[in-house]
């Protein structure tokens, strides 16, 4: 008769040899989920703390804008920010060459007479800018004779449900854009201004 069976008995050797890889196969998996999550917590987090970095170095500026389409049927109304520096005129100095989708360009800013800021030249580089630069993307091949359309990453602003429409009906020349503008050319969007006052905030979160 043997041990076995009896509550006080010591386990047979075969059980005590594998308790210690089930308990480390435990430990792994429980690394392996613990990493997962905390990529995706980073990815998550990268883009808040970049955007979040623009808003607390970058330089106000006031930028002319067109809202369009206020409503998004996924995530609620909100208004797209059509930029009066979306679209640069092919006199500008610095567009005197070809220019290729999806080329970064770092277009200079000059402020005009009512405090809004207008872009004076287009850079390959932000350091060549005397003033304030905004970065952008090329939207299409060009060649010097034409406009140049940018993107910058700062065309949409959403609202809180039910105000797109009434956003819509302001008449353009009555809103303003005002945005964070870090040396280097970053960007995010602040307020959202109608006559001067500011209508609605970003908080970059």
Known sequence: MTDAGHPGAPAPASA?????????????????????????????????????????????????VRPVDPRDLLR??????????????????GLDRPIEAGEIVHVELAADAAGV????????????????VIAGKASY??????DLS?????????VPEGEGRA???????RMQLVIALTAGG???PLRLLVDGRPILSDAGF
């Open 16 to 64: 005590r040899a594998t308790r210690p890889s089930v308990r480390s196969a435990t430990a792994r998996g429980s690394v392996r989920w613990g990493l997962i999550a905390l990529v995706q917590l980073c990815l998550i987090a990268l883009p808040l703390l970049e955007r979040a970095s623009v808003h607390w170095t970058g330089e106000e500026v006031v930028l002319a």
């Open 76 to 93: 609620g109304d909100y208004v797209i920010i059509n930029l009066a520096i979306a679209r640069l005129p092919a006199s500008l100095p």
């Open 117 to 132: 800021f207008q872009p004076v030249a287009v850079h390959t580089r932000a350091a060549e800018a005397k003033g304030p």
């Open 141 to 146: 091949d060009r060649t010097p004779q034409e």
């Open 150 to 158: 940018v993107d910058y990453g700062l065309d949409a602003f959403f």
């Open 167 to 173: 956003i819509e009906t302001t008449p353009p020349e």
């Open 186 to 188: 970053r960007s995010a």
